[in-house]
């Protein structure tokens, strides 16, 4: 089992910046592949980001590549986002997640999800 547990939401201006944080306990932090999701209210949970088990390699969803930033601290157990130069539109909950499977964008390979962490941007 590993347990996520999300910190850094709030609420921001449009323009603004947040940075979020998973700190994950349990198995072995380092073996997973980590993603971030965000869903918005009616809305399906949609991908964000996803960062390799080394930090090496990283992917980011269209509408947020530029101004987001994924990393992880695997000494400290942690993955972060940093979003920059947010949007009313990037208003969510945001989730983080973990898998050792492929396919990194697909909601349906992460194995671990934690509660999520509301962000809310104004205009």
């Known amino acids: 089992q590993v347990q996520l547990v999300e910190s850094g939401g709030g609420l921001v201006q449009a323009g603004g910046s947040l940075r979020l944080s998973c700190a994950a306990s349990g198995r072995t932090f380092s073996l997973y592949v980590m993603g971030w999701f965000r869903q918005a209210p009616g809305k399906e949970r949609e991908f964000v980001a996803a960062?390799?088990?080394?930090?090496?390699?990283?992917y980011y969803a269209d509408s947020v590549k530029g101004r987001f930033t994924i990393s992880r601290d695997n000494a400290k157990n942690t993955v972060y986002l940093q979003m920059n130069s947010l949007k009313p539109e990037d208003t969510a909950v945001y989730y983080c997640?973990?898998?050792?499977?492929?396919?990194?964008?697909?909601?349906?390979?992460?194995?671990?999800w934690g509660q999520g962490t509301q962000v809310t941007v104004s205009s």
């Open positions: 960062i390799s088990w080394s930090g090496g390699t990283t």
């Open positions: 997640a973990a898998t050792n499977r492929g396919n990194w964008s697909d909601r349906r390979v992460y194995e671990y």
